[in-house]
């Protein structure tokens, strides 16, 4: 799983105020959010945020509302200026671009999508997906081309000259998707992307987002508050709360151990089964039982077919090689719901 | 306690020097620039002429054709183009014809000012909250003040005719158009302006492929009140030498012919009416992609 890193934001702070600049050494010293807030007028966006965001995989960043993941979002392409630290992309440094710089560098190299979708109303489908293209300058024909293949891609043939207002919420987000696919940019900003859609819908996008990404392979940066979702599609996921990293990981290390009550109370009610592979359970040695599963099948999957075995253990393999065993015990220890220390105490603002 | 009694103000030879310095310094101005100033509008001035002597040699079957084919442009609509020729022909009909065609002239002459001016001033208003503050006090007194009294230094700058005349209306009709731009702008969706951030938009692409699209109703709205002021304002620019309906109004109220300002009065609503239902249908018709409905 080790791959190069396309994004770095280091040591970033943001502090909404008249005088942010002054509070970082603050924030610094430990004063809190709401130290900050109570006592020098300022709000703390981002404390101090350190991710490092692999090349071409899905990077979910995920929070409750207020929890500053798309104030994070909106500084990599810098519609938000940091009050401190650094972002590289591709080793360059995104806060020393000039205007113009920073111009080309939104035009071709990180396109984004909104959660209210954001669409020009007075456009039809096949121009607002055609929107990035135009501001590049592309010219009329091949501009309506490019247009036209991702509004394939997404499936909305045959609904190229409709207004955005006559469309669904969920076809809206696709225009909106489409048009960010469209400038062939390598990284992929979604702003709570799917947020505004009903859960069905939201299934459905998540789905046609997994096939594109297996064919694009982009470097997705997701921001969510909604775990099922992260976790669903995250290659990597990172929890934030006021502002900081309280933890990062793949979806199953997040599951599994969980850095503090905050994530403990995230995960609660999701569907573990569904989350964690054998792998992620599984001791080392072998057993004579009789079946194999494959390292990434997830439990939800994988308890069914001992009990059509009627076994108890079962090998793990990978690449036809057996790397452990893991048992019916273990699979159940490791979907029960994990308890929270003082469940009734823990606040969340 | 005469204190309490009689305001304490300047008395009256203070008040009376105040004045008539401020007049001095303005006749100098006046006697000094004021041919300059009267020489830079000549162009404005011959133009004006040029177009009212066009619309009322035009013979008027043509001139009715071109209303009512300007009515369908704009409305597509057939009761607002019969309305049109109808209202037209009564105009014709009752001996207004030329003072309807010097007023049609006037008041497009004054709105299209009124356009070029107002725009781009909304334009920089809603770029600049310090020019907002600045401007809006402005726009503030443009439409509140008596216009009798800005038709003093007009008059006394350029004298009277088409070009003061002009300036009057302008004055009373460009703030619509400047404010409403200036809303419209500002009301622009703060997230579609963000995405044409995000993609990497210039200022102007911005302001062409977004802001102004956007902003378009509430401009459209703008020009239709700047256009029905302009119309408001006929009767006072007459006072100044503007040829026009407003004319025969005023000849009217000094002799007391009630049938006279009566029929002329109307023919102004007949004008107000047809350029209001047909800038307005036109507003709407810009607006038909934010009809909902998801039937394709």
Redo the contacts between chains.
Sequence with gaps: MVSDIKVSIKNLYKIFGPNGKDMVQKVEDGASKSSLQAEHGHVLGLNNVNIDIPARRIQVIMGLSGSGKSTLIRHL?R?IEPTSGEILVDGEDVLAMSDAE???????K???V?????????RTVIDNVG??L???GTDKAEMNERSQKWIDRVGLSG?ED???????GGMQQRVGLA?ALA?DAEIL?MDEAFSALDPLIRNDMQDILLDLQEELHKTIIFITHDLDEALNIGDNIVILRDGAVIQQGSPQEIVLNPADDYVRDFIKDINRARVLDVSSVMDAGSTDSGLDLAHDVILELAMPEMIKADVTQANVTRDGAVIGVVTLAAMIGGITRPVTKDEDQVTYR | MEFLDKFPDLGRTTLRDIKKSIDFAFREFSNKYGEAIEGFFDPLLYFMVWFEKLLTNAPWPLMILIFAALAWLGARSLPIVIGTIVSFVAIGVFGMWEDTMATVAIISVATFVCIGLGIPLGILMSRSNRLQAIVTPVLDVMQTIPSFVYLIPVVMLLGIGKVPGLIAVCIYAVPPIVRLTNLGIRLV?K??L??A??????YR?KLL??QI??A?PNIFAGVNQTIMMALAMVVIASMIGVKGLGVPVLRAVSNQYLALGLMNGLAIVALAVIFDRVSQQYGKRLQK????????
């Design positions: 392409n519609l920073l111009r080309d560098f939104r035009r071709n990180m396109s984004m909104f959660q209210k979708f954001a669409l020009l109303p007075h929107y990035g135009q501001i590049k609904f409709n207004y955005p207002a006559q469309l669904s048009r400038t900003l | 969706d997230e579609v963000e995405a951030d995000a993609f990497g938009s210039s692409q492929d977004v699209p956007l378009l992609h934010r009809q909902g409905g998801h039937g394709v």
